[in-house]
C-alpha cells in the first residue's frame, strides 16, 4: 500500500518497490525539452525579470521615498531577501527539473500547495498584466496618425482617462458612495482589442516551449535596453533634464528611512520586479541542464541586470519629467507650474506624464514609438512567462504526463482562459479592480507565498535528517517553538501600535486604550524580546531533549538549528561549476570548502542557508503581519469593501489551495496509477485519504 504520514515527516509513497515521487520525476524528464544555449535562459529569466514596472514603479518609489535613501532598503533586501530566494527558486527547477508545484512536491508531497498557489497567482497576474500592455499596444498604433500633433497633444490626461474609462461608473463610486454601483459599467472595444493583440502575440511567443521562447528573447530582451539609451541621450539634452535627474535620484530625504512603509514597499519591488514567488523562475529553470547550469552565476546575472536596467528606465523617465515640470514653469505667468510632474505614479506617469513631454518634442509620433514599442516588449515577456509557468505546471501534473498533448495544445486554451478573464478589466471598472486584485496579490499573496518557501526549504526539506540525529521530539519542539515565539513577537510589537479604534468600541483594557498607537518603540523592543528570550529558551529545551548520534553541543544544536535543506541544494549547485577530479567534492560545512564558498562568485556561500531559514522567512513572516494590519485598520485606497472582496477572495484561494495540498497530498497523484483502485469510489477515497490505505492493493 502507499501512504502519507499525518505528520510533517515525508514517508515515500510505495507503489510495489517504486518510489512514486521518483516514479513521476522520472516520467517528467522523459523528453524533456532544455534551453538551445545557457545565454537563451539567461535572456528568457531576465526579460521576465525586467517588466513594466521597471519603467515607472521603481522610478516613482525612488523619488517618493527620499531619492537615494530608498536604494538602501532596496539594496538591503535586493541582497538579503530577493537574491537567496531567486537563487532558491533556480536550484529546485534546475535540479528537480520541475515547475514550481511540482519541484516542492519533490521535497514533500504536502509542499506541493505551495508551488500550486504561487503558480495561481503568476497566472491570475497575467489577466490584467495584458490589460496595461493593451493600453501600451493602443497608444503604439495611436503614434502612427500621419497628421502633425499625435492624439493626445492637447489633454493627455483626458486621453488616457478616455481610453482606460478611469472616470466611469467605478470612479464616480468611489466619488460618492451613495451612488449605486454597477459591478461592470461599459465595455471599452479598444481595449478588447488591444489585450486580443497581446494575447496572440503570448501565444506565438511560448506554442512551442522553450523553442520558440529561445527566439523571442533574443530580439525583445536586447531592443528595450537599446531603446532606453537612445531615450537617455534624447532627454539628456533637455531644458530641465539635470532637474528631473536631482528629483528621481541624487536628491536626500533620509527622515524617509524613518517611516517601516519604505521596507515593505522595497520589498514588494523586489519580488514583483525579479519575479520570483510567482512560479517563473522555477519554470524556467526546469529547462536547464542539471549537469552543466552555474546557478548561482545566473541568480547574480538575473538581479543584476534587473536592478541596472531599473535604474537606467528611471533615468529616462525623469529626464523628461524635469524637462516637463521646466516648461510648465516657463509657461506659467507666475513662475510656478501648478502641477507637479514628478508626483505622477504608476500608469499616470508612462501613459500621461511621459508621453505628455514625447508630444512636445520634434517627430513625437517617432518618440511615440519606440517608447511604447519598448513598454509592449518589456511587458510581453513578463507576461508570457507568467502564462509559460501554468503551462509548465499543465505538463508537469498527472493529467498531463499521462496525455503527454504537444505544447501548443497546452498553451492554446491558457491563453483562451487568460483572455476571457481579462475581459473583466476591459469595463470601466476595470482599472478599480487591477489596483484591488493588485494589492491582494504583491503585497499579501507575493509575500506569504515567499514566507512558505523559506519554510519548506529552511524548515521542511532534509529534515527526516534532523530527526535522525537527534530525534524527531527534540526537532518538533524547536520548529514549532520559533513560529510560535515569532508569531508572539510580531503579535504584541503590532498589536499596541497603530490605528486607535473608532469611538463605540468596548475596550477591554482602558489603561491600553489610553496609549494606544503611541509608544512604537517600546513595544517593539517588547516584542523582540519575547521573541528573542523564547527562542534562546526553546533552544535548550530541545538540546536537553535530543537523543541520537548527535555527541557534543555543537554538533546538537547543528542538528537542530541548522538549514539542511538549504545545504542540500547548496551542494548541488556548488559542485556542478567544481572540476572534482582536481579539487574534489565540495562537501558543506567544511573549513576548506567554506572558504572557497566566499570567494568564488560561482558559489553559494554559507549565508545561503542562514537567510533562507533565518532571516527571509522570519522577515516576511512579519511584514505578512504588517501588511494585513495595515489593510484591516484602513480600507485600501478609500475603497468600499464590497469592491475589495474580490481581491480578498484570490487572497483566501491560494491560501486554501496551500491547505487542501498539504492536508490531502493525495490528490495531486494519479488516480488510476498510484491507487490500485479499479473502481471510481475507491479511487475518490484514495486521494482524500491522508491516512494509511491498507486496502490499496497496487496494480
Same mark, same amino acid.
Given at each position: 500500500?502507499?501512504? &502519507? ?14 518510489? &512514486? ?27 521576465? +525579470?525586467v517588466g513594466l514596472g521597471n519603467v515607472w514603479r521603481f522610478p516613482n518609489l525612488v523619488s517618493q521615498y527620499g531619492g537615494a535613501p530608498f536604494l538602501i532598503p532596496y539594496f538591503f533586501i535586493l541582497i538579503f531577501v530577493g537574491m537567496p530566494i531567486l537563487g532558491m527558486e533556480l536550484s529546485i527547477g534546475t535540479f528537480y527539473q520541475a515547475g514550481d508545484a511540482d519541484a516542492f512536491g519533490s521535497m514533500n508531497p504536502r509542499l506541493r500547495g505551495i508551488g500550486l498557489a504561487s503558480v495561481f497567482a503568476g497566472y491570475t497576474i497575467t489577466f490584467y ?8 499596444? &493602443? ?60 494575447? =496572440? !502575440? ?29 531615450? &537617455? ?20 530625504? @533620509? ?5 517601516? $512603509? ?124 507568467? +502564462? ?15 496525455? *503527454? ?24 471598472? @476595470? ?41 524527531? !521530539? ?20 503590532? +498589536? ?11 475596550? /477591554?483594557?482602558?489603561? !491600553? ?29 530541545? $538540546? ?25 541544494? *547548496?551542494?548541488?549547485?556548488?559542485? $556542478? ?6 579539487? @574534489? /567534492? ?57 469592491? !475589495? =472582496?474580490? @481581491? ?52
Amino acid at each position: 500500500h502507499y501512504y &502519507i504520514t499525518n505528520n510533517l515527516r515525508y514517508e515515500p509513497v510505495k507503489m510495489g518497490d517504486v518510489d &512514486i515521487e521518483s516514479k513521476i520525476q522520472q516520467d517528467r524528464e522523459k523528453g524533456r525539452k532544455e534551453w538551445d544555449h545557457p545565454i537563451s535562459f539567461i535572456l528568457a529569466a531576465v526579460g521576465s +525579470a525586467v517588466g513594466l514596472g521597471n519603467v515607472w514603479r521603481f522610478p516613482n518609489l525612488v523619488s517618493q521615498y527620499g531619492g537615494a535613501p530608498f536604494l538602501i532598503p532596496y539594496f538591503f533586501i535586493l541582497i538579503f531577501v530577493g537574491m537567496p530566494i531567486l537563487g532558491m527558486e533556480l536550484s529546485i527547477g534546475t535540479f528537480y527539473q520541475a515547475g514550481d508545484a511540482d519541484a516542492f512536491g519533490s521535497m514533500n508531497p504536502r509542499l506541493r500547495g505551495i508551488g500550486l498557489a504561487s503558480v495561481f497567482a503568476g497566472y491570475t497576474i497575467t489577466f490584467y498584466y495584458c490589460i496595461i500592455l493593451g493600453y501600451a499596444c &493602443i497608444y503604439f498604433v495611436e503614434c502612427f496618425h500621419k497628421t502633425d500633433a499625435i492624439p493626445w497633444y492637447d489633454n493627455q490626461a483626458a486621453h488616457f482617462d478616455d481610453i482606460s474609462m478611469t472616470a466611469g461608473m467605478a470612479a464616480r463610486k468611489l466619488a460618492d458612495p451613495s451612488t449605486e454601483f454597477d459591478w461592470l459599467g461599459t465595455f471599452n472595444w479598444k481595449v478588447f482589442v488591444g489585450i486580443t493583440v497581446v494575447w =496572440i !502575440l503570448i501565444f506565438l511567443s511560448i506554442f512551442k516551449g522553450v523553442k520558440s521562447t529561445s527566439w523571442v528573447v533574443k530580439f525583445t530582451v536586447p531592443l528595450p535596453l537599446l531603446i532606453l539609451l537612445i531615450l &537617455i541621450i534624447r532627454g539628456a539634452f533637455l531644458d530641465g533634464a539635470g532637474d528631473g535627474i536631482k528629483a528621481y535620484l541624487i536628491k536626500w530625504d @533620509g527622515s524617509t528611512l524613518n517611516d517601516p $512603509v519604505i521596507w515593505t514597499k522595497a520589498i514588494g519591488q523586489v519580488f514583483f520586479s525579479l519575479g520570483v514567488c510567482m512560479g517563473v523562475m522555477t519554470a524556467y529553470s526546469s529547462h536547464n541542464s542539471k549537469s552543466k547550469t552555474n546557478v548561482a552565476m545566473s541568480e547574480k546575472a538575473i538581479s543584476l541586470s534587473d536592478t541596472g536596467i531599473a535604474l537606467l528606465g528611471g533615468f529616462a523617465i525623469y529626464e523628461v519629467l524635469g524637462y516637463m515640470q521646466k516648461k510648465c514653469e516657463k509657461d506659467s505667468a507666475t513662475g510656478v507650474c501648478a502641477e507637479n510632474y514628478y508626483k505622477q505614479a504608476s500608469m499616470g506617469l508612462a501613459f500621461i506624464a511621459y508621453p505628455s513631454g514625447l508630444a512636445t518634442l520634434e517627430a513625437p509620433q517617432f518618440w511615440g514609438i519606440i517608447f511604447f514599442g519598448c513598454l509592449i516588449m518589456l511587458g510581453i515577456d513578463s507576461a508570457f512567462s507568467l +502564462a509559460e509557468c501554468f503551462v509548465t505546471f499543465a505538463k508537469d501534473c498527472w493529467i498531463g504526463l499521462r496525455l *503527454r498533448p504537444k505544447t501548443w495544445m497546452v498553451v492554446l486554451p491558457t491563453c483562451i482562459v487568460g483572455w476571457l478573464a481579462g475581459l473583466l478589466y476591459c469595463y470601466d471598472s @476595470g482599472t478599480v479592480y487591477l489596483d484591488i486584485i493588485d494589492n491582494y496579490l504583491n503585497n499579501w499573496g507575493m509575500v506569504l507565498i515567499g514566507t512558505l518557501e523559506c519554510f519548506a526549504v529552511g524548515w521542511v526539506y532534509k529534515i527526516e535528517d534532523q530527526y535522525k540525529q537527534v530525534g524527531k !521530539l527534540s526537532v518538533m519542539v524547536y520548529n514549532l517553538g520559533f513560529v510560535f515565539f515569532l508569531l508572539i513577537g510580531t503579535i504584541v510589537a503590532l +498589536a499596541i501600535p497603530g490605528k486607535k479604534p473608532t469611538e463605540g468600541t468596548k475596550a /477591554v483594557l482602558d489603561a !491600553l486604550l489610553a496609549s494606544y498607537g503611541k509608544d512604537q518603540g517600546g513595544a517593539l523592543g517588547v516584542g523582540l524580546a519575547i521573541f528573542f528570550i523564547g527562542w534562546i529558551l526553546l533552544t535548550c529545551i530541545a $538540546v536537553v531533549l535530543s537523543k541520537g548520534p548527535a555527541s557534543g553541543i555543537g554538533s546538537k544544536l547543528w542538528a537542530i538549528m541548522g538549514w539542511h535543506g538549504a545545504d542540500s541544494l *547548496r551542494t548541488q549547485v556548488n559542485n $556542478v561549476v567544481r572540476n572534482k577530479e582536481k579539487d @574534489g /567534492v565540495w562537501v558543506p560545512n567544511t573549513l576548506k570548502s567554506e572558504i572557497e564558498a566566499l570567494y568564488r562568485h560561482d558559489c553559494f556561500c554559507i549565508a545561503f542557508g542562514f537567510l533562507i531559514k533565518y532571516f527571509s522567512y522570519a522577515l516576511l513572516l512579519v511584514v505578512t503581519c504588517i501588511n494585513i494590519k495595515g489593510d484591516i485598520e484602513t480600507s485600501y485606497g478609500g475603497y468600499p469593501s464590497d469592491m !475589495l =472582496i474580490l @481581491g480578498q477572495l484570490v487572497f483566501v484561494f491560494m491560501v486554501f489551495l496551500v491547505l487542501l495540498v498539504a492536508i490531502f497530498p493525495r490528490i495531486m497523484y494519479d488516480p488510476i496509477k498510484h491507487s490500485g483502485s479499479n473502481s471510481h469510489l475507491g479511487r475518490l477515497t484514495w486521494m482524500f485519504t491522508p491516512k494509511p490505505c491498507p486496502s490499496a492493493e497496487p496494480k
